[in-house]
């Protein structure tokens, strides 16, 4: 199956800082999402993106297909974006599986 | 709109017992599936469910079933629990659009099983 990897695992930044986090998947696929999940578990939804580039305020994703990654900038980092990021994706007519990266752990320091 | 709901949000069962979580999608929504969320095995693909019929499958044990109500709701069944079965639930619905368009998943916030 698809393989999903995150980099990197850990980051720690001063609030006020920029960071990227990166998404490499093994295949072709026609969903990917980023989501951010909070201290209670919840995943939420931070862009819809299997190609292209958004904005959505101070974060932005861009996902080159052909070259099989995705990066996720976060700019002026704030401690309330502390969590896990996770990628995701799904490839071929895999109904409904999307399958996850192993996580990127942000942590932001006032 | 409201998101995704899933109850109960947390759960304790003893080992041998089975447990029933269950998930309500956003409206209009046609797609559900479950996810596992462990810390040694991360986010996992349980199954997925679209009009009443499973179309997907994990790589989980038959011990995990589920299934989904002719108004989308969704249900999943564990039985004969294993202290490794502790874990989030997690569930997620999406539109399904049968000719192309984007495909998001929303992601309800979970129930959190405890086996002791």
């Known amino acids: 199956g698809i393989q999903v990897e995150q980099s990197p695992p850990d980051l720690i930044l001063q609030e006020g800082a920029n960071s990227t986090l990166r998404c490499n998947f093994s295949?072709?696929?026609?969903?990917l999402q980023w989501f951010h999940q909070n201290p209670w578990g919840q995943l939420i939804n931070l862009f819809y993106?299997?190609?292209g580039t958004k904005q959505n305020g101070r974060l932005s994703a861009t996902t080159v297909a052909t070259e099989r990654y995705s990066l996720l900038y976060i700019s002026s980092s704030q401690t309330t974006d502390s969590g896990v990021y996770f990628c995701?994706?799904?490839?071929?007519?895999?109904?409904?599986?999307?399958?996850f990266g192993q996580g990127t752990i942000l942590t932001v320091h006032p | 709109k409201a998101g995704v709901t899933q109850t109960p949000r947390y759960l304790i069962k003893t080992r041998g017992q089975q447990v029933t979580l269950s998930c309500s999608p956003i409206?209009?929504?046609?797609?559900v599936s479950w996810y596992q969320q462990t810390p040694g095995q991360g986010l996992q693909f349980l199954f997925e469910?679209?009009?009443?019929?499973?179309?997907n499958k994990g790589n989980f044990p038959g011990r995990f079933s589920g299934r989904q109500f002719s108004n989308s709701r969704s249900e999943m069944n564990v039985s004969t629990l294993e202290l490794g079965d502790s874990a989030l639930y997690l569930c997620?619905?999406?539109?399904?659009?049968?000719?192309?368009?984007?495909?998001?998943?929303?992601f309800g916030p979970g129930t959190r099983l405890t086996v002791l």
């Open positions: 997620a619905s999406s539109l399904a659009p049968l000719a192309g368009g984007t495909d998001t998943q929303y």
């Open positions: 295949d072709s696929v026609n969903n």
């Open positions: 993106i299997p190609s």
């Open positions: 995701a994706v799904r490839g071929g007519t895999s109904y409904g599986k999307l399958t």
């Open positions: 409206s209009g929504h046609r797609s």
């Open positions: 469910y679209f009009s009443e019929t499973q179309r």
